[in-house]
């Protein structure tokens, strides 16, 4: 049973109309059978020693040429509402930029249910935007911080820093951003 304290803010919260929805802050058992991080997919990330994480090779499309998002996957998830997908896709950036300093924040301070939350909530809005790299990242971040490895969150975070600019091009490069 989920606690009130336990809000996690969706893709679609809407703060300033006072809408949200409420998310379950665990991870179901198809969600986590569901990444797209190739190799690294079905590792316990509680037995996977350090080092590996810094030498990052998964199968994920920042690692690749494919694009880091399925544009017709995600206007078909839409129906075919190119404009809400956008706006989504905006208010998405805008959100992930605070949860990144939400997350670096909770590094410096050992806050592993906060990194929880916070990657588990992206994780998320990514997938619902069709991201799957992005999502397979936080998703990762998600499991270090359930397993209490902090240690190996820093490198994860990097790479998912590095994917969420790679998005942020694809989309300029491709539709001339988001507005």
């Given amino acids: 049973m989920q606690k009130d304290t336990d809000y996690i803010p969706a893709v679609g919260d809407d703060p300033l109309n006072g809408q949200e929805k409420k998310s379950d802050p665990g991870l179901s058992e198809n969600a986590k059978a569901s990444r797209s991080c190739g190799p690294i997919s079905g590792?316990?990330?509680?037995?996977?020693?350090?080092?590996?994480?810094?030498?990052?090779?998964?199968?994920?499309?920042?690692?690749?040429?494919?694009?880091?998002?399925?544009?017709?996957?995600?206007?078909?998830?839409?129906?075919?509402?190119?404009?809400?997908?956008?706006?989504?896709?905006?208010?998405?950036?805008?959100?992930?930029?605070?949860?990144?300093?939400?997350?670096?924040q909770s590094l410096s301070i050992q806050d592993a249910g906060r990194l929880r939350l916070e990657?588990?909530?992206?994780?998320?809005?990514?997938?619902?935007?069709?991201?799957?790299?992005?999502?397979?990242?936080?998703a990762e971040l998600e499991e270090i911080a359930i397993a209490g490895r902090l240690e190996d969150a820093p490198a994860i975070l990097r790479l998912f820093q590095e994917e969420?600019?790679?998005?942020?091009?694809?989309?300029?490069?491709?539709?001339?951003?988001?507005?």
């Fill in 119 to 138: 990657a588990h909530s992206i994780k998320g809005g990514a997938a619902n935007l069709t991201a799957a790299p992005l999502a397979a990242l936080a």
């Fill in 43 to 104: 590792l316990d990330m509680a037995s996977r020693p350090h080092p590996e994480l810094q030498e990052h090779k998964c199968a994920c499309s920042h690692n690749s040429k494919k694009p880091p998002l399925n544009f017709e996957e995600a206007i078909a998830e839409f129906e075919g509402d190119r404009d809400i997908f956008f706006r989504i896709l905006d208010h998405f950036f805008g959100n992930v930029k605070n949860q990144i300093q939400t997350m670096h």
């Fill in 164 to 179: 969420l600019q790679r998005l942020e091009a694809y989309i300029g490069e491709q539709f001339g951003g988001t507005s």
